[in-house]
């Protein structure tokens, strides 16, 4: 039985324990999340925040490949490297400092201040050469209070809470009028572009199916006309079954190498069951899955003298048409690709999307197979 239940044409969340709700100075929504015991204490947000402007991202409609183009002039005011005691991710008691208004925190959720996406409407390709507005919604997830710390060093039950947070704000989002995709992920290290060291990743709902999403999705659907069987179902039976790439396996998820892997270090991780998203999965599963995601990072920060560089992406669907032949996964990169040099994305991949990869998929699982 799925977590949620639709109530008058709306998902609403049934397990998790609803999270404290405030607002910031500028009218955006702040969400606390909190381990058994811990009740959150947010303060008034008594910043001097500008009012914000729905038309501050728009959508620009590429003809040449199909795809639309965010543009988000307003990031570029975003905060950029702050020394620690000026971090706003770090709980902010005063008020005065922080977009986390509260002495402390386990995790918390927020609207972007400087988002990529913003406002609600439906999403329709103009006739001509024109922007449109850039429908969505943009929110940050912090992980834990702790300024130095990562999410492989949160322990299991925050973790879970991490993961809980991301289920709550999946199905939340997913119920969102003009929301066709969410996506929580992380990008960590400097490296990746991190412009805040505060452990935290983002949430996006895009008003539109993401080329990534669509090519995977054209791929099953031609996989389930030509042999009648879902694409990942059978990816995930090979691996399994060949074993070579295979890093770690519970009850409950897979964790391997890809066949095709793009970057030095990949890593997916599939349910070993067939759902669409988190929302699709029990408790147990959850609790499966927090601890096979931890296990993963570890692993990744063991690989090198110094913390891997990584980006997280959630892969979620839908119940729909479109998207029916999702399977949720996990997808962990890294661009380091040794102790001491960086995969850049240059002309083959960045002009052509041609990935040359410079290591062996199955060299790379047999390293983290025994890191574990």
């Known amino acids: 039985m799925a977590p949620w239940s639709k109530r008058g044409g709306r998902l609403v969340f049934d397990i998790v324990t609803a999270p404290t709700r405030a607002k910031l100075a500028d009218g955006r929504d702040l969400l ?31 003809r040449t490949t199909g795809q639309w183009v965010i543009v988000a002039a307003l990031r570029q005011d975003r905060t950029y490297k702050p020394p620690a005691d000026q971090c706003p991710l770090c709980p902010g008691p005063t008020g005065l400092t922080s977009e986390v208004p509260a002495p402390e925190y386990d995790v918390v959720v927020f609207e972007n201040r400087f988002p990529s996406l913003c406002g609600s409407g439906e999403l329709q390709v103009p006739d001509g050469i024109v922007p449109v507005p850039g429908y969505g919604r943009c929110e940050v997830i912090c992980f834990s209070s702790d300024h130095t710390g990562s999410f492989c060093d949160l322990d299991s039950a ?8 991301w289920r709550h704000r999946t199905v939340d989002l997913m119920a969102e009028p003009g929301v066709e995709q969410v996506f929580c992920f992380e990008n960590r290290g400097e490296e990746i572009g991190v412009t805040l060291s505060h452990p935290h990743g983002q949430i996006y709902g895009y008003p539109y199916l993401t080329p990534r999403t669509a090519t995977m999705l054209e791929q099953a659907r031609v996989h389930r006309n030509r042999c009648g069987r879902n694409l990942f179902e059978d990816l995930l039976a090979g691996e399994v079954a060949d074993g070579s790439r295979v890093v770690a396996r519970t009850t409950s998820f897979t964790a391997f190498v890809p066949f095709a892997a793009r970057w030095p270090v990949e890593v997916h991780i599939y349910p070993n069951r067939f759902v669409h998203n988190l929302g699709d999965l029990s408790d147990v599963e959850l609790d499966d899955f927090a601890q096979i995601y931890l296990d993963l990072l570890r692993r990744f920060d063991r690989l090198y003298s110094a913390p ?11 119940d729909t048409d479109a998207q029916r032949e999702g399977y949720f996964h996990v997808e962990l990169m ?27 998929p199955e060299a790379v699982a047999q390293r983290l197979r025994e890191l574990g």
Do not use: N
């Not at 925050?158 to 947070?165: E, I, K, P, T």
């Not at 891997?308 to 839908?318: C, G, R």
């Open 32 to 62: 606390f999340f909190s381990l058994p015991g811990h009740t959150p204490a947010p303060v008034v947000d008594r910043r001097p925040l500008p009012e914000r402007d729905p038309r501050q991202s728009q959508l620009r409609f590429d």
């Open 158 to 165: 925050h973790a879970r809470l991490v993961v809980d947070a």
């Open 334 to 360: 890294s661009i380091r690709r040794s102790a001491t040099a960086l995969k850049y994305l240059a002309a083959s991949e960045s002009a052509m999307d041609a990935f040359i990869s410079d290591v062996m």
């Open 308 to 318: 891997l560089p990584y980006m997280s992406a959630l892969h979620q669907y839908t």
